[in-house]
């Protein structure tokens, strides 16, 4: 059994850049920063930042084309691929992607009227074609409905006693 499976949250490095193969299948690549600080042996706060070549497809290199910017803050989910080619002095050349399964824009809306939207849309590469929002934890309890009270009287005890009391119980 093998697992290949990344999460990512951090910033777009420049405004992505898409292209269509045909005319549904689209292909979106972006650079994504992650950063990470810690404290050295001398106490000193160490910064270090790694770089991340994220690829989209099809529904989801739509959505991240219209709405993701640089700078943008968002959650990537999906799977390391390492591929080669040839480059212009026929050396072969290695790199490594990360093919996004799922997408969350965070942060909030700009303020500037950009068409960009941030904060709560969260992508699959299955649902890519329109902006939908995704649950958190905090706030998935809030948003189950409730059930109708109910108008009838007091909720009877099926302890209480009665011809179907505790003593009754086929068990």
Do not use: C
Not at 12 to 31: L, N
Not at 58 to 85: C, D, H, M, N, P
Not at 97 to 107: N, S, T
């Amino acid at each position: 059994m093998s697992v290949n499976k990344v999460i990512l949250v951090g910033n777009v490095g420049k405004d992505p850049e898409t292209r269509y193969i045909d005319e549904s299948t689209a292909i979106t690549k972006f650079p994504m920063a992650t950063s990470e600080t810690y404290k050295n042996r001398a106490g000193e706060r160490v910064s270090t930042t790694e770089w991340h070549n994220i690829v989209l497809w099809r529904g989801l290199a739509q959505v991240a084309e219209k709405y993701v910017k640089k700078g943008t803050q968002i959650y990537i989910e999906g799977r390391i691929k390492t591929r080669s080619y040839d480059d212009a002095e026929g050396n072969k050349k290695y790199i490594t992607e990360i093919v996004g399964d799922q997408m969350q824009l965070l942060g909030r809306k700009p303020d500037d009227g950009e068409s960009g939207m941030q904060g709560g849309g969260g992508y699959t590469a299955g649902n890519a074609q329109a902006p939908a929002t995704t649950e958190t934890p905090q706030n998935q309890a809030r948003a189950q409905p409730q059930s109708p009270a109910k108008e009838e009287g007091p909720e009877e005890d099926p302890f209480d006693g009665g011809d179907n009391g505790p003593d009754d119980l086929p068990f």
